[in-house]
């Protein structure tokens, strides 16, 4: 990874961590949240992955439209930072504890790739 990566991976970093601290505390059912990049092809492949605990939590949020909070959040956050987004629809996804569990038997890492 070259410096500038590192740069940009560690404002990536720091701004979802904000993003996150901002959803526990307003998004019910809202978990966790990790990103996916290929710097030789930044910022076309970032991808956040936003974590619910179960479906039906996803589907009240989405119901409330806090998945349009989550995305706004997180747009603005990566901005300040310089990183810009687009199609936050395309870029943002939500995802559930539960289908994990189903599908990939817990193992994030798998259904992450």
């Not at 990566?5 to 404002?11: L, R, V, Y």
């Not at 959040?73 to 310089?82: C, G």
Request: proline share 1%; glycine share 2%.
């Amino acid at each position: 990874m070259k410096k500038s990566d590192k740069k940009t991976e560690k404002a990536i970093r720091e701004s979802l961590t904000e993003v996150c601290d901002m959803a526990l505390e307003n998004v019910s059912g809202f978990k966790w949240l990790t990103h996916c990049v290929n710097y030789s092809n930044f910022p076309g492949s970032l991808s956040i992955v936003c974590v619910f605990q179960s479906n039906d939590e996803l589907l009240l949020a989405k119901k409330n439209h806090m998945d349009n909070y989550l995305c706004k959040i997180i747009k603005e956050t990566l901005e300040r930072s310089d990183i810009k987004i687009s199609d936050t629809k395309k870029r943002i996804l939500f995802d559930t504890e539960e289908n994990c569990l189903i599908e990939n038997n817990g193992n994030w890492k798998e259904r992450l790739n």
